[in-house]
């Protein structure tokens, strides 16, 4: 519970069902144009119950105070209301009036849940961890992926690792990749994993000879390189086929899917095991 404290100044309680960061930043901005009248502000955070509230309100009478607060829940801020008004302490409600006239605007009632924007941020935050794990964990760079991963992809060059991996990582699942050439040995976590959360990538040859052709093209190469030459490309995909089968992965066949397609199959099916 709250401790008395002694009066000090001019003090404004900023009290909040959830962080009560917003609340604090509103009175600070309007605290800024009186820089000098020695104000002090006492943040009470997480107020859920009416005992609390009416200890604020005792301590405010006593400090001669002020309330500001961002409360949601319509009976805890009528609470506080009224048991100000009965001991003459001043209330300011910050997000109210806000509330009101949105939903005026949109003609939809509040939700009245305490820390709904907290609970937007932590999921914008998620997004952004999963798409730095894309980019790090990116083209087998650091075998430690595999572990850490929600979903692993493997498969030859362009078959849409990649793309795929950063476009669920914006669905907040954290991806690694890694690409099957038969002169280099996968990683041996590859195999240590388990395989429901592996994913192969397999392609015709055709479609794969065309797609490393442009890419070649774009680089300012020759579309006869051993990168596009179709029995290297076969002889990639038998061997890739080889180690799908080893870790036992499901096999999706993109090659008459776009990125977007793929990556909702790939999605439905972690929704489905989880």
């Known amino acids: 519970m709250l ?3 002694q009066k000090q100044r001019s003090v404004v309680y900023i009290v909040s069902d959830s962080v009560g960061e917003t609340a604090e930043l509103v009175v ?11 104000l002090e502000l006492r943040r009470v955070p997480y107020v859920e119950d009416k005992q609390t509230i009416e200890e604020i309100v ?3 009478a006593n400090a001669n105070a002020l309330i500001a607060f961002t409360l949601v829940v319509p009976e805890m801020k009528q ?34 849940e305490p820390g709904l924007i907290y609970r937007l941020d932590e999921d914008y935050f998620r997004k952004v ?38 476009y669920l990582a914006h669905k907040r699942l954290k991806v690694a990749n890694v690409p099957l050439v038969p002169e280099v040995k996968p990683p041996d976590e590859l195999f240590k994993v388990s395989a429901k959360k592996c994913i192969g990538l397999t392609i015709s040859p055709e479609k794969l000879i065309d797609i490393r052709a442009e890419r070649l093209k774009a680089l300012g190469l020759q579309a006869e390189a051993t990168y596009a030459n179709i029995n290297r490309i076969k002889e990639e995909l038998v061997y890739a086929q080889k180690i799908m089968e080893r870790i036992g992965c499901p096999v999706i066949d993109v090659s008459n899917k776009a990125v977007e397609e793929t990556a909702n199959q790939i999605y439905n099916m972690f929704q489905k095991r989880r």
């Open 129 to 166: 961890e999963a798409i730095e794990f894309a980019v790090k964990y990116d083209d087998g760079r650091d075998a430690r992926g595999v572990v850490r991963a929600d979903i692993v992809l493997v498969g030859v060059s362009r078959t849409s690792k990649t793309p795929l991996s950063q």
């Open 79 to 112: 609470f506080l209301m009224e048991q100000a008004k009965q001991v003459g302490v001043e209330t300011v409600d910050i997000i109210g009036p806000m509330l009101t006239q949105i939903g005026n605007l949109v003609q939809v009632k509040p939700r009245y």
């Open 3 to 5: 401790e008395e404290i």
């Open 58 to 60: 005792r301590l405010a």
């Open 28 to 38: 600070k901005a309007a605290a800024s144009q009186f820089r000098d009248a020695g």
